[in-house]
């Protein structure tokens, strides 16, 4: 099992920064790819942004030049630095990895953070 334990959300001005942080505490298994997506009400989860295990990204356009992720694989932790924070990018933001335990691959969710960037 894996368990994911997020932190760092809250209410930044637009303007703002804010870092969030996931720790995977895990048993026998190991953590491949981390990412962080984001949801609002009525909508479909969205990529934010994803990091592998050898530190490749990938991150949505519409935070591309503001928002950072890294991971410190000692850890198995995954930050996201967000910047330059928009009122659009107010959401749920949710912590994901892939785990792999016995050459199989599984999928495990944090249980969100709130973030709320105000205009």
């Known amino acids: 099992q894996v368990q994911l334990v997020e932190s760092g959300g809250g209410l930044v001005q637009a303007g703002g920064s804010l870092r969030l942080s996931c720790a995977a505490r895990?048993?026998?298994?190991?953590?491949?790819?981390m990412g962080w997506y984001r949801q609002t009400p009525g909508k479909q989860r969205e990529l934010v942004a994803i990091i592998t295990s050898g530190s490749t990204t990938n991150y949505a356009d519409s935070v591309k030049g503001r928002f950072t992720i890294s991971r410190d694989n000692a850890k198995n932790t995954v930050y996201l630095q967000m910047n330059s924070l928009k009122p659009e990018d107010t959401a749920v933001y949710y912590c994901n990895a892939i785990a792999v335990f016995l050459a199989r691959e599984y999928d495990y969710w944090g249980k969100g953070t709130q973030v709320t960037v105000s205009s």
């Open positions: 895990s048993s026998g298994f190991s953590i491949n790819a």
